[in-house]
C-alpha cells in the first residue's frame, strides 16, 4: 500500500493532475478517520489497557478532528486573504509538477510545468530570412531574440523553437 | 477525455480561484466533487469510488463514509486553490483520497489487531476481513485514480 502510494504520488507529479486535491484529500482522510474510526478494544484478546494508554486514544481521536476542522479554518482564511490570484508560494506548484527526467537535457525532457507550450511571437521578416523575433512570454512581457546570426527561413522551425526560447530567455515562464 | 470545454466546467462550477475569491462564489468549493472532466474521468474516478467507498462504508458505516469524503474533499480543493490558483480543477478524487487516508488512519489505530491471529476466529474478524478488502483492491485503484482529478 505504501508503494500504491509512492507510485501515485509521483503521477501525480506530471502536469494536468492536481496532487494538491490528493495529498490534500489524503491528509484530511488520515485526521477524520482517526477521530470517526472506532478504536477495537485490545481487551478481547487478554491484553491489559492501561490509564495512560486509555488518555492516549482519547487524545488521538480528539485531535483528529481538532486539527483538520483547524486546518480547514486557516486555509480558508488564507483562501480569502488571497486575492490578487497568485499563489502565496510560487514554488509549491513543484509539489503537483516537476519536469521530468531531471538527466534530460533541457529541450528534450518528456514534460515541463511552464507555461511556454502556448506563447506567440512575432517575427521580423528580412528579404534573407528571420533576422528577429519579437515573443510574447507567459506572463506577458516581449523579448526579442536575435537569429541574425543563425539565418534561419523556415518559419516552422521557428514555431517548434519557440518553447525553448521561452525558456531560455523569458524571465518568468509561469503565467502568474 | 471525451467532455465538455473548460468554459462549460466553469459555468457548472469548477474550481477557479479569481471566481472563488473576487466573486465571492463560495460553492465552487463544494461543487467540484461531483464534477467531472469526461467520460473516461468519470468511469474511472466512480470505479474507484466503487471498490473503496464500498469497502468504507461496509466497514465504517453510511455517516463515517459520508464525513470522510466531503471534508476531504472541500479541503483538498481548499489546497488546490491556494497553491495552484491558475488551474481549473474538477474531479471526486480528493475524496476518494480521503476514504484511502482513512483507511491508513484505520490500520495505523488498530496496528495491534492487523497481525493477531486470534482475529479471524472472532466476530472481530469481520471488519478484518473488510480491512483486507480495501487494502487489497488498492493496487486496482490506484491505476484508476492516478488519471483523475485532472486540471482542464
Known sequence: ?176 | MIGPSAETLIRMGAKYTPLIVNQGEWYRLFSPMVLHAGLIHYFLNMAALWFIGKAVEQCHGFAAAAILFIIPAVGGTILSAIFLPEYITVGASGGIFGLIGACIADICINWSLLFSKQVNASDEGVRLRHMKVSRSYLPVDYIFISTSSHSV
Open chain 1, 1 to 176: 500500500m505504501l508503494f500504491d502510494i509512492v507510485v501515485n504520488c509521483l503521477v501525480g507529479l506530471t502536469p494536468f493532475v492536481d496532487n494538491f486535491t490528493h495529498l490534500g484529500g489524503m491528509v484530511y482522510g488520515f485526521l477524520c478517520g482517526l477521530s470517526t474510526i472506532e478504536r477495537l478494544s485490545t481487551d478481547f484478546f487478554g491484553m491489559a489497557t492501561t490509564l495512560w494508554g486509555r488518555v492516549r486514544n482519547v487524545l488521538i481521536r480528539f485531535s483528529g478532528l481538532i486539527i483538520s476542522v483547524v486546518l480547514i479554518l486557516i486555509t480558508t482564511a488564507v483562501l480569502v486573504n488571497n486575492d490578487d490570484g497568485k499563489s502565496p508560494c510560487p514554488n509549491c506548484r513543484y509539489l503537483s509538477c516537476v519536469p521530468f527526467p531531471p538527466w534530460a537535457g533541457e529541450d528534450d525532457k518528456w514534460w515541463y510545468c511552464d507555461d511556454c507550450s502556448m506563447i506567440t511571437a512575432d517575427a521580423i521578416l528580412d528579404s534573407s530570412g528571420y533576422y528577429s523575433l519579437s515573443m510574447t512570454c507567459p506572463d506577458g512581457a516581449i523579448e526579442q531574440i536575435d537569429l541574425s546570426d543563425q539565418l534561419v527561413t523556415d518559419r516552422q522551425w521557428i514555431q517548434k523553437q519557440l518553447p525553448t526560447f521561452c525558456r531560455k530567455y523569458c524571465d518568468k515562464v509561469f503565467a502568474t
